[in-house]
């Protein structure tokens, strides 16, 4: 209904961006409707028309600590928006959100109260004389309430739309009004009118173009319409919670704590199935560690109602059900959401017992040490390195009359955010890292035209250094061009952009990189070799086809191992993000354990198959729909306009793409899996190469097999039986050589038989040798055994101005008391150092040569306090 009415009011309805910000640094996560179109707010982007209006998927979570608490909180929400970019204002803005409230939605108009901004008379006026609203029902409210400003930027004031839900929801109190903190009045418009430019120090200066900015929570709407009393007794949110409800066998509103965790489920379920399907993985920091954050909330959650084994995958299912209709993303993603959801849970099943563990220790550890207050550093160490939220250790503390140091704790965290902070980079009002190209003209725009041609000519649109817009580049400089068509690709998808040449009569810019800038034009990056370019400049720009060409086997390439992968693996698999240039190619998909050999030589293998049946390469523009109905994969998380670009491998590959291909798959000639491993938790990573990259590995691989046979004294067809000798005789000459060191550490022993001693009935003997390892002693020692008969033997030995130390004891010694272990402990500082072992043998290495008689002598007095 408000899509349609502001279309038909002039605006473009523009579907939900993803969840993940493009080119802001500032946002982890999109938190408002106007938060992807920041760019044509600042005039940095065109915008498709002047008028435009979204419903867009929404995560906040600034006040996650209080999900579930009450039923005013949620992290994930969608916002109803109308923007105008320079067009109309306040007059059409404010009729706008009345007609659409009162006539089309249906709410009774002697219930809605408007608010303006203190100072706002022009929409207080409007309300007022244009509207019909008495004065007594506008509400004028401060700067905190309604005046839009976030540090320095466009700002301005607000006017909200509140709705009287009736007495039954009020607090009952006589004053009970407008603004009151209990739920009678509920806001449910919010119409912000970006009128000034703040310097983010109190000044304010009128901007030229000023802009509408309207926001509408639609669960917010739903909750009036319906007249429950919370987003979670909204039809589709409540039939959600009703399904936690019967997988933990509880009711709704019949126990505060259940309650909590009902509605926390419901409402993080909503957050991660939406996230994920945008791409997000769960991480340890970012926007991955925000997802991973709400799925353990959740299944601790889930454990505290009572829920029996995995169940956010069977969670998500149902919210996939409910809102696939307008998010078809959802249902599209389904497999991977799911798979997901049960690795991640299973990581924190896991998890969550290691830190109960932990737990335990540290409760023994204050019951010895007489403390009752966990420390904060301890406390947050269980939060942020196990998942462990303060509210369960807290509860679990509880159970024994123990505490947290929660402001310690809280100390512990604001050091963490600190540190974060200070980490990020410079930004603008946008968030995007400010570069030169902010300055660029937002007007300009690049025509790209590398498909059917890599030479073209076109004229300079705008030039710069690595710090400003300049006019002319000469010999020598770094920068970057910009020109009105191009024939080169911009790095994107995963694929390197072109590399090339840009060239007049009057000077040649060699292209190192090609970038896509923002509004829509492509940046030339390199260097000046000959004379100079300026802006205006009639140029030849020519993209190198040798790069072009490899870089194409790669990327078709890439198409042909997605089929393969999932061919083999199964459907599950997406791709997680891909790099191609002209050397290799590197691909990163869903799966959750590692290929085995023989899938590995499968997936090269059907690869391999359809490179050399020359499969023809063919692109194809249509319609989105079109292109999904015709089985085209997407790429994971990935935004697509209305029209698409589809790439089709014979019958074997059909995938929505914008990078460029070779003319059929035999070009490719070969491919070959160089590496597969894991990268993060559910993401495998190929290393591959094809064509000119595979021929270079292979004569290096040659190369290095002449120079291992020749250093062998070898050819290569009899070097695995050279190999196979030289290790037979290794062999032999270390066995001889164990031998030699043996019988010189024996001859240097001398005769030991005067050197035993008996100490409370056992035999004892200390003595040294020189120069002999740890694997040395140990043989000694053996043999010293042999000639003991029973008792406790400990060797001594320098080498390299260290001491190794060795002590054994046999079983009859180590049953009158002996333990070797202890007493290697007892005599190890004398030699300065330490070790240890079991009873019947130990071993310890010192710094100190000079204290080995005094630690020998030693051993006959612990031997004699061990066997007493």
Not at 90 to 108: D, P
Not at 224 to 247: H, N, P
Request: proline share 2%; charged share 25%; aromatic share 8%.
């Amino acid at each position: 209904m408000f899509l349609e009415f502001f279309e038909s009011k002039g605006h473009l309805a523009m579907k939900s961006f993803s969840l993940v910000p493009h080119n802001d640094n500032s946002l982890l996560l999109i938190n408002s409707g106007m938060a992807p179109l920041k760019p044509y707010f600042t005039g940095q982007e065109i915008p498709p028309r002047n008028r435009v209006t979204t419903c867009q998927k929404c995560i906040r979570t600034g006040d996650i600590e209080n999900v579930g608490k009450t039923a005013r909180h949620g992290t994930f929400f969608e916002m109803l928006g109308n923007f105008s970019f320079g067009d109309y204002f306040k007059k059409e803005a404010i009729q706008w959100s009345w007609e659409f409230m009162t006539q089309v939605v249906g709410l009774e108009a002697d219930r809605l109260y408007p608010s303006v901004y203190l100072e706002d008379d022009e929409a207080f006026d409007i309300w007022n004389k244009e509207i019909g609203i008495a004065p007594e029902n506008i509400f004028r409210f401060g700067k905190e309430d309604n005046f839009w400003e976030h540090g320095a930027g466009p700002c301005g004031p607000c006017s909200e739309i509140y709705y009287d839900r009736g007495e039954k929801y009020g607090c009952g109190k006589p004053e009970c009004t407008v603004g009151c903190e209990c739920d009678r009045y509920i806001e449910v418009w919010n119409n912000v009118f970006t009128q000034f430019e703040s310097d983010g120090k109190g000044h304010y200066e009128e901007l030229k173009q000023k802009n509408i900015d309207t926001g509408m929570g639609l669960e917010r709407l739903a909750v009036v319409v319906q007249d429950v009393d919370s987003i979670f007794d909204v039809d589709t949110i409540k039939a959600l919670l009703t399904r936690v409800g019967e997988l933990a066998g509880k009711t709704y509103k019949e126990d505060y704590q259940v309650d909590v965790s009902l509605r926390l489920i419901t409402d993080h379920i909503r957050s991660c199935t939406f996230m994920i399907s945008d791409g997000i993985m769960p991480s340890n920091e970012g926007r991955g560690y925000v997802l991973r954050r709400l799925l353990r909330r959740a299944a601790r959650h889930g454990k505290l109602l009572g829920i029996e084994g995995k169940f956010l995958a069977e969670l998500s299912e149902t919210v996939i059900t409910l809102s696939k209709d307008g998010y078809p993303e959802l249902d599209e993603k389904k497999a991977m959401i799911l798979k997901v959801l049960t690795q991640e849970e299973d990581k924190f099943n896991k998890t969550i017992d290691q830190g109960l563990a932990i737990l335990n220790d540290l409760q023994e550890e204050m019951v010895k040490n007489g403390e009752t207050v966990l420390s904060g550093e301890n406390a947050f160490k269980l939060y942020d390195t196990y998942g462990f939220p303060l509210d369960l250790t807290l509860e679990i503390l509880e159970e024994k009359n123990f505490s947290v140091d929660e402001d310690g704790f809280q100390a512990a965290m604001k050091k963490q955010r600190e540190t974060a902070r200070n980490a990020r980079k410079t930004t603008n009002y946008m968030g995007a890292d400010v570069t030169v190209y902010q300055s660029l003209d937002p007007a300009l725009t690049t025509e790209f035209a590398g498909y059917d041609t890599l030479v073209l000519d076109s004229s300079i649109s705008a030039l710069t250094t690595e710090t400003e817009v300049v006019e002319a580049l000469t010999d020598g400089e770094l920068g970057t061009i910009v020109t009105e068509k191009t024939p080169f690709y911009g790095t994107m998808g995963g694929q390197q952009g072109d590399v090339g040449y840009i060239c007049n009569e009057k000077g040649e810019f060699k292209v190192e990189d090609t970038i896509h800038l923002q509004g829509g034009k492509v940046g030339h990056v390199g260097k000046m070799v000959r004379g100079m370019l300026q802006s205006g400049d009639a140029v030849t720009l020519r993209v190198s086809e040798e790069n072009r060409q490899n870089t194409g086997k790669n990327h078709s390439a890439t198409h042909l191992l997605q089929k393969a992968l999932r061919t083999v693996l199964g459907s599950h698999v997406e791709q997680a993000g891909s790099f191609v240039d002209k050397d290799k190619l590197r691909f990163d998909f869903t799966h959750f354990s590692a290929l085995t050999p023989e899938e590995i030589f499968q997936v090269e293998a059907l690869v391999n198959e359809k490179i050399k049946e020359s499969l023809a390469v063919k692109t194809e523009v249509m319609n989105l729909d079109d292109a999904k109905k015709a089985g085209a994969m997407a790429l994971f998380g990935e935004k697509y306009g209305e029209t698409v670009r589809v790439v089709r491998m014979g019958d074997f590959s059909t995938e929505l793409c914008g990078g460029t291909h070779i003319s059929n798959t035999g070009v490719i000639g070969a491919f070959k899996i160089l590496s597969e491993t894991g990268i993060a938790a559910g993401v495998r990573r190929i290393e591959a190469l094809t064509g000119d990259g595979l021929t270079r590995y292979y004569q290096d691989t040659e190369r290095e097999l002449h120079e291992a046979a020749r250093a062998a004294k070898a050819t290569p067809s009899t070097l695995t039986a050279k190999i196979e000798s030289l290790m037979e005789e290794i062999k032999a000459l270390h066995s001889e050589n164990e031998k030699l060191k043996s019988k010189l550490a024996n001859d240097s022993l001398g005769n030991v038989a005067d050197q035993i001693r008996e100490v409370n009935g056992v035999k004892v003997l200390a003595t040294k040798v020189l120069d002999v390892d740890m694997n040395g002693l140990r043989n000694l020692g053996d043999q010293l055994k042999d000639q003991l008969g029973e008792g406790v033997v400990v060797i001594a030995s320098i080498q390299d101005g260290k001491v190794n130390l060795m002590a054994s004891a046999t079983d009859e010694a180590q049953k009158k008391g002996a333990h070797a272990g202890n007493l290697i402990k007892a005599i190890a500082s004398f030699v300065g150092g330490g070790g240890g072992g079991r009873p019947n043998m130990a071993q310890a290495g010192g710094k100190n040569p000079a204290g080995v008689d005094t630690c020998l002598e030693k051993v006959y007095e612990v031997v004699a306090e061990q066997v007493k």
